[in-house]
């Protein structure tokens, strides 16, 4: 099968907040259950559409757009924590009829998914974790004060500007706000058509997209992760800037498997990268 002709088909399924909106790929696979995969931040899932692609020839996979975030719902708390958002992603898979499936994460999708697996090591087969970070104290205090932007909807449309110059630095600098030469990333930036596809879906949730961040950001990953008890693959694209702290996490993380990727950047390193994955899915797969 051509991962090209892999349809990427989309809904909507209703939880008591709302409606959280969804892309799955692929079909059932005897020995595979579902693979859920939980998008990083800004954005939706739509960044995952080359990834499923590759990943929906071998099995069923579906990605969530997080709350507050592409087109789902916002969250119903002001101030909503990770557990908040791992507990209520879990109704909108129960409610599209999953039962037990694999879970997938990037960045604040690891978050999420880490926290859903620690909750709930009988619906989660597997979990894999592609970049996450583990701040110290200082980092994340001047990362919760410094790295959202604090936006303010008018009839100038200044939000544009301001989120369209947030989605684009973030590619350039690590952190954003931090614009020289010490803390300029070297992957440069998307093609314009990408670049233009992840502001539109920030824009869409400009309200809200900080929720998800700030309870990621928060999240104290430390004392979390290692409860972690569902077979674990870590992974981190070489040219992530997570990983500085991808040693770190591997070693909070038991059982665990872990190992440094190309990352998605080309569409060689994209094939790359989900064979990583893919070994990984399979070996757990039932005779």
């Known amino acids: 099968m051509k991962h090209a002709a892999i349809q990427i088909v ?68 002001e101030h909503p924590d990770l557990a908040y958002f791992a507990q209520a992603h879990l109704r909108a898979i129960t409610a599209l009829g999953i039962g037990q499936f694999d879970a997938w994460g990037a960045h604040t999708g690891a978050n999420i998914a880490c926290e859903l697996a620690i909750e709930n090591p009988e619906r989660i087969r597997s979990l894999i974790i592609d970049g996450i970070g583990l701040y110290s104290p200082q980092e994340q205090a001047e990362l919760l004060q410094h790295y959202l932007p604090s936006v303010h909807i008018d009839q100038q449309g200044s939000q544009f500007h301001l989120l369209w110059h947030f989605v684009r630095d973030a590619y350039l600098f690590w952190p954003w706000y931090q614009k020289d030469s010490q803390h300029r990333r070297p992957t440069g930036l998307p093609s314009a058509s990408d670049l233009h596809d992840k502001a539109v879906e920030v824009f869409k949730a400009a309200r809200t997209f900080q929720q998800s961040y700030k309870a990621a950001l928060s999240y104290p990953k430390e004392q979390r992760l290692p409860l972690l008890t569902v077979p674990t693959l870590l992974t981190c694209a070489r040219q992530d800037m997570l990983h500085v702290y991808f040693e770190k996490v591997c070693a909070l993380v038991k059982p665990t498997r872990a190992e440094t990727t190309a990352g998605m950047g080309t569409p060689e390193a994209l094939h790359e990268t989900a064979a990583v994955f893919e070994r990984f899915l399979e070996d757990l797969a039932v005779p």
């Open 10 to 77: 989309r809904g909507f399924v209703a939880i008591a907040e709302g409606q959280v909106h969804y892309r799955q790929a692929g079909s059932s696979q005897p020995g595979q259950p579902p693979l859920v995969m939980f998008h990083a931040s800004p954005g939706s899932a739509k960044s995952l559409e080359p990834l499923m692609r590759v990943l929906a020839s071998s099995r069923r996979v579906i990605a969530l757009d997080t709350l507050g975030n592409g087109d789902s719902c916002a969250p119903h708390p």
